[in-house]
């Protein structure tokens, strides 16, 4: 009698490979199921468990997953931007115009990468006021609300900091009147436009500290905050629901 599919699928994961990879016994019981989340890198930073009414469209309105998901995209489109892009000048503008007319698809794929910034920053704010709205900000939420606030900073930096990139009369002007802002502040605002441009102007110096900070620093300081986000969303007892939730942890 020929195997099935899932019958390949079992044998496989008995295997001695597999389960060096792979902890705790294959199964479809409670104990295994719990068991795969935890011992996965990925999946333990969500709860084994959660209730059915946190799943619900009217709790969050899914915003803190659609924020994650324009971010995987600004990661995906980043990357193939990368192959095309040269941090230096003109160079930088050039290829802002060969994306634009000679690479198959380029125009697309720039568009998909600005606007699903300007949707991420969008989404951050809608999630923060959702949060702030439902209360969801108090005890024993109050480290991840920080966290939150924290990636909301980093998402407006990683809009800033990718404006320059383009090196074209409104990318150049708009970092121009955005440092000489900074210059503004007491005490350590010279110092502080100083160590972001890299000089007294917008020059080839900012243009690459702004690449650097764009592709690298602020994507990874991202992606470790999301990762803390959501392992604190686990160990605060699950997505904050309602009012109801708000009674048992006061009591609690």
């Keep these: 009698m020929a195997k099935t599919v899932e019958s390949y699928w079992n044998d496989l994961r008995e295997t001695r490979a597999w389960r060096s990879i792979f902890r705790g016994a294959p199964g479809a019981g409670n104990l295994h199921s719990a068991l795969a989340v935890q011992q996965n890198v990925f999946l333990h930073l969500a709860s084994v468990k959660m209730r059915r009414k946190s799943l619900a469209f009217s709790a969050t309105w ?9 971010f995987m995209i600004l990661v995906g489109t980043g990357v193939l931007l990368m192959l095309y892009y040269h941090p230096s000048v003109p160079q930088a503008y050039a290829d802002m115009k060969d994306l634009e007319f000679v690479v198959s698809a380029g125009l697309f794929l720039r568009n998909l990468h ?19 709205y439902r209360g969801a900000y108090r005890p024993p939420r109050e480290f991840n609300w920080v966290i939150g606030v924290i990636l909301l900073l980093v998402t407006l930096f990683l809009s800033y900091t990718g404006y320059l990139l383009p090196w074209d009369q409104l990318a150049f002007w ?6 000489n802002l900074i210059s503004a502040v007491p005490l350590l605002g010279q110092k502080i436009r100083f160590l972001m441009l890299g000089g007294n102007t917008v020059n080839a110096n900012a243009l690459l500290r702004f690449y650097v900070l764009h592709c690298v620093i602020l994507p990874f300081a991202a992606i470790l905050f999301i990762a803390i986000h959501f392992w604190r969303i686990r160990k605060d007892g699950g997505l904050h629901t309602g009012i109801g939730d708000s009674a048992k942890e006061s009591h609690g």
């Design 62 to 70: 899914y915003l803190g997953t659609l924020t994650l998901a324009t």
């Design 174 to 179: 708009a970092i121009t009147v955005g440092s």
């Design 114 to 132: 600005r606007w699903s910034a300007h949707a991420m920053v969008l989404l951050v704010f809608a999630h923060m006021f959702k949060v702030f």
